[in-house]
Each structure stands twice: as structure tokens, then as C-alpha cells.
């Protein structure tokens, strides 16, 4: 056996390990990179599954209710929540689950509030954009939200909403079966 063929025995180990490492590197790191897209990519994809008569599977399914704002951030969400019987004010106050509550901005899209009993996560929505039917916050058990979505034909400015809307951009149309 020769000197090439001998070290080439000895870093086969080496490679394994290597390979190995390299891969479970990988799966960390799509791992953090799926957690840190957060709760809004995750509702996003509920609501698509939804509109699209699929039951929700990537977070809203885990809670109690959601709720939706109409322009007012954390007083519609209260004030929603309260006429479902849900008490979430303290939840609010200590920022909610996850610190989420907590310096949310709600300018563009909204404000969506997952509750679980008293305690609430709030979600900044800014990726993609609601309107909700009858354009008054609601809450709703996930398996009685009504979902549908749709394009923009035309600009303009949608009620309590500090925006323009954009033609061409898709968009969900949420309410509460009856």
C-alpha cells in the first residue's frame, strides 16, 4: 500500500464527519431561518389554506380565536375580544405571548390577535393585507373564519387604513361564518 492510498484511509472518517457536520448545519440553519419568518408568514399561510377550503394547520389551528382589528391596533383587538367573552387586557399589558404585543406598529395591514383563554399574541401584519367584511374587528374560532381572496382592480384608500391600496396586489377577505 502506498503512502496516497494510506492517507486516503485514514481521511475517509474525516469526510464522514465533515459531511455530517456540514449537513446538520444545514438543518439548524433552515430551522432558525423557518422560526425567525414568525407568526406573520404562518397566518399568512392559514389564511391561504383556508380561502383555498383547507383547514388551517401552520399556527391559527393552536388557539382559541382569532381577531382581526380594523384599523385601531390593540383597542379594536380588546374590544373585539371582549364581546367574545375573552378578557385579554392583562395579556396585552405584560405584551403578550412572546413579548409580541409589545411595539407592533400596525400602519400598513393590520393587527391580528391569536387567543389562547386570556393570553393573546399579537400578530404586526405588513407582509400581506385583509379587509375584513363589514369592516368592524371580530374575533372568530379558526374553524368559523370565512376566507376568500382576491386582487386589487382598482387604488384606493380602505376604511381606518393608512394606506392606498396597490392594483394587481392580492388580498384576504376575512369575516365569521354565520
Same mark, same amino acid.
Given at each position: ?7 486516503m484511509?485514514y481521511?475517509r ?28 408568514v404562518?397566518?399568512n =399561510? ?6 383555498q377550503?383547507? @383547514?388551517? %394547520? @401552520?399556527?391559527? =389551528? ?17 374590544? @373585539? ?7 385579554? =387586557?392583562?395579556s ?7 413579548q409580541?404585543?409589545?411595539? @407592533?406598529?400596525?400602519?400598513l ?6 387567543? $389562547? ?17 363589514? =369592516? ?11 376566507? %376568500?381572496?382576491?386582487?386589487h ?6 376604511? $381606518? ?18
Amino acid at each position: 500500500m502506498d503512502d496516497c492510498q494510506r492517507n486516503m484511509r485514514y481521511s475517509r472518517p474525516k469526510a464522514v464527519i465533515f459531511v455530517g457536520s456540514v449537513l446538520a448545519a444545514m438543518v439548524i440553519g433552515i430551522s432558525v431561518i423557518t422560526t425567525r419568518l414568525g407568526p406573520e408568514v404562518r397566518v399568512n =399561510d392559514d389564511l391561504l389554506s383556508i380561502s383555498q377550503g383547507r @383547514a388551517p %394547520s @401552520a399556527i391559527i =389551528d393552536k388557539f382559541d380565536a382569532v381577531c382581526f382589528d380594523a384599523g385601531a391596533g390593540r383597542f379594536d383587538l380588546i374590544n @373585539a375580544a371582549r364581546s367574545n367573552g375573552m378578557n385579554i =387586557d392583562a395579556s396585552l399589558k405584560a405584551c403578550g405571548i412572546d413579548q409580541t404585543c409589545c411595539g @407592533a406598529n400596525s400602519d400598513l395591514a393590520g393587527y391580528i390577535g391569536l387567543v $389562547r383563554g386570556n393570553a393573546v399574541m399579537c400578530v404586526e401584519v405588513n407582509r400581506f393585507e385583509y379587509h375584513l367584511e363589514g =369592516d368592524e374587528p371580530f374575533c372568530a374560532k379558526p374553524s368559523q373564519l370565512r376566507v %376568500s381572496q382576491h386582487t386589487h382592480t382598482t387604488r384606493f384608500n380602505p376604511p $381606518r387604513r393608512a394606506y392606498f391600496t396597490i392594483v394587481g396586489r392580492k388580498y384576504f377577505q376575512v369575516g365569521r361564518k354565520q
